[in-house]
């Protein structure tokens, strides 16, 4: 039985967000089964992913290596799928091998050649999206601009990592028009590398609290909620 406050915020918030996601899906003429729901517990404490596990949502969000690795090492339910959803510096990429189930942000070909080069060392194989940038916001990392196809063919070719899909955040805003355009163009480039050999990634993490029901009706598989799952963050994290 959970009596954590972070136990009772996902019993009040779950049911409606897998209504949202249900709904979402349906118009966009799939299943929710076929959405997976990443529950962002970065900068939350152990309650929030010990309320997660009691509610059945086991792929958990992080976006600090050190985080990421203090909080799996206090977790021993093995149906957890670590993802690590924040900018991934090089010189913290080998810490991830093994430590991290699917990296969301390999955001340019230099990190995917460290990240090769740490999964040969130690004879693994890391399972990574691709961050891309279709907004256009230069705040944004990502593959972008007209070298974007070039630098991810580049990727494709590395030994050690599995391609799993692409990733994308969208400009937090009200504007529609604008999140449907991001979301859409992810879409479209996924649909063109499959055209390319040696491309099998099907996921495409898009979505989060603001603007996770747009990113399901323009295809997405995947979306990180924190906020509207656990409530805001304390200010200090």
């Given amino acids: 039985m959970i009596t954590s406050t972070y136990g009772e915020r996902v019993t009040a918030s779950l049911p409606e967000i897998r209504d949202r996601?249900?709904?979402?899906?349906?118009r966009s003429g799939r299943g929710s089964d076929e959405i997976t729901l990443v529950a962002v517990?970065?900068?939350?404490?152990l309650e929030a992913v010990e309320a997660a596990l009691?509610?059945?949502l086991f792929d958990l969000g992080e976006n600090r290596p050190e985080e990421l690795a203090r909080k799996r090492a206090a977790v021993e339910d093995v149906r957890v799928r670590w993802h690590m959803i924040g900018h991934v510096q090089r010189r913290k990429a080998p810490g991830l091998v093994g430590g991290a189930?699917?990296?969301?942000?390999?955001?340019s070909v230099r990190l995917a050649e460290r990240l090769s080069r740490a999964a040969l060392e130690a004879g693994a194989t890391v399972p990574v999206l691709l961050q891309v940038n279709t907004s256009g916001e230069e705040s944004k990392s990502g593959?972008?601009?007209p070298g974007l196809m070039r630098d991810i063919l580049k990727v494709l070719v590395l030994a050690g990592l599995e391609i799993q899909g692409l990733m994308t955040m969208a400009p937090y805003t009200n504007d529609e028009a604008c999140l449907r355009r991001t979301f859409e163009g992810v879409r479209l480039l996924q649909e063109e590398l499959h055209a390319v050999e040696g491309y099998c990634g099907g996921h495409l993490s898009m979505g989060m609290t603001n603007d996770f029901e747009i990113a399901i009706e323009e295809g997405s598989t995947m979306i990180r909620i924190g906020t509207a799952l656990f409530g805001k963050r304390a200010a200090h994290d």
């Fill in 41 to 45: 517990t970065k900068a939350h404490p």
């Fill in 54 to 56: 009691a509610h059945g």
């Fill in 101 to 107: 189930d699917l990296l969301h942000s390999i955001d």
């Fill in 143 to 145: 593959f972008q601009g």
């Fill in 21 to 26: 996601i249900s709904g979402a899906a349906v």
